[in-house]
């Protein structure tokens, strides 16, 4: 059983499971490069498309408790008994727009991940399919080493789980046609 932190791009999981691997002496498994290295991605235009069947079976064969499990896709690629911990960071999405803008993401790209964020889509996932063994962090007015700690103390088994609700705050800003409409 592993550790497994997810989110959306930008929400700053690479960051922290290096941080996580080096504190735990813990060895990283990137499912994105997992997937490349085998052969799994399937380039769809600016997309890519991940044959989640295949990657399921790839990744059950190499993870132990000596690892960190690291992606956007943990929902959907690994089997519940393999899981010690699930963490999924959230981040506001106006914090995601700056991080997108600098990574170049197209306007279609970067509102296609905020949407996603805003709706909790790989949370609600997450949630759905391994239960008690997630944990949210809200890592927007957080800096990296209290977003570490907060994922230490859940580790080290503080059942500590913040609610995160995007939907409302963006509401409330009046924002809904800034995220979701052209
Ligand atoms: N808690 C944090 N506060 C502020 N910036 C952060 C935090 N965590 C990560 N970052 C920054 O956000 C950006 C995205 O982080 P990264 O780890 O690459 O995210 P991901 O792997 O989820 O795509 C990086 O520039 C990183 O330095
Ligand atoms: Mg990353």
Known sequence: MSIVITGNPGVGKHTITHEIAKNLELSIIDINETAKVEGLLEKNKNTNDVDTTKLKKVLEGKISEKNIVVGHLAPYVLE?????????LRRSPYDLITVYKERKYSDEKSRENTG?????????DAINEFQEKVFQVNTSEKNIQEVVEKVMNIISGDKCDEEVDWLELVTKNNDLKKFFVD
């Open 80 to 88: 519940k008994n393999k899981v010690k911990i699930m963490i999924v």
């Open 116 to 124: 996603s964020e805003i709706l909790g889509i790989i949370a609600h």
